[in-house]
């Protein structure tokens, strides 16, 4: 089964400054996608970017981008110029290209932006 | 932005209880899906939905447990009779096409609380 896995549980960054985030996952498929979502206080889940397994090229959404090593089996999301707003928990997920199409989480990491 | 959006924001109930859990996803959207999140932990799959009957569904998804599209425009998760351990943040999300690149829309949630 499909594991993923965010080994911090919190993130703080200074406001305008930059901040990965990891993930890394384990499957022994070839071909999957990856996310990432926010979830603001909110609460509601809202993609911020995804990642096509067989793409080599990292994905870019205007202040995040990420960093996926596909040998190392690792997802990272990088924000950019860090704001206010970004303040919230990022999930990473996994979705299989076969078959069952659900999608499988991290457990989340909060990022906090400090004035 | 269509929005995918959850009813009740809190549920408590009583052990035991017959509860239901309410969504409307975005009008065009064809497949369904719940989640859930027991505080602290991973958010977890339960159940896929497309053309009126469920297209795959994880462990957790028993038979105390089952959906429903009453009509047009509404998505329902129910428990038959609940235990303390489905208290949990519940999730709705919907995707307009299949295919593990898509997207999937999610509500805000549903907090059930057991008693």
């Known amino acids: 089964a499909q594991t993923v896995t965010q080994s911090q549980p919190e993130m703080s960054v200074q406001e305008a400054e930059t901040v990965t985030l990891s993930c890394t996952y384990d499957?022994?498929?070839?071909?999957?996608?990856l996310f990432w979502y926010k979830q603001p206080p909110s609460r509601q889940m809202i993609l911020v970017i995804r990642q096509e397994a067989y793409k080599q090229q990292n994905a870019t959404e205007n202040r995040f981008s990420v960093n996926f090593q596909k040998a190392a089996k690792s997802f990272s999301l990088k924000i950019s110029d860090s704001q206010l707003g970004d303040a919230a928990m990022y999930f990473c997920?996994?979705?299989?290209?076969?078959?069952?199409?659900?999608?499988?989480f991290g457990a989340g990491t909060r990022l906090t932006v400090k004035p | 932005e269509p929005e995918v959006t959850q009813t009740p924001s809190h549920q408590v109930t009583q052990m035991g209880q017959e509860v239901i859990l309410r969504c409307v996803p975005i009008s065009n959207h064809l497949y369904f899906y719940w989640y859930r999140q027991i505080l602290g932990q991973k958010v977890e799959f339960l159940v896929s939905f497309y053309n009126n009957e469920i297209s795959e569904k994880s462990e957790i998804f028993d038979d105390q447990f089952s959906v429903e599209r009453p009509d047009g425009s509404n998505f329902t998760l129910k428990i038959r009779s609940t235990k303390l351990e489905d208290s949990a943040m519940y999730f709705c999300?919907?995707?307009?096409?299949?295919?593990?690149?898509?997207?999937?829309?999610f509500g805000d949630g549903t907090r059930l609380s057991i008693l």
């Open positions: 999300a919907s995707s307009d096409r299949t295919g593990a690149n898509q997207p999937q829309h």
């Open positions: 499957t022994s498929e070839s071909d999957y996608y």
């Open positions: 997920a996994y979705r299989s290209a076969y078959g069952n199409n659900d999608m499988r």
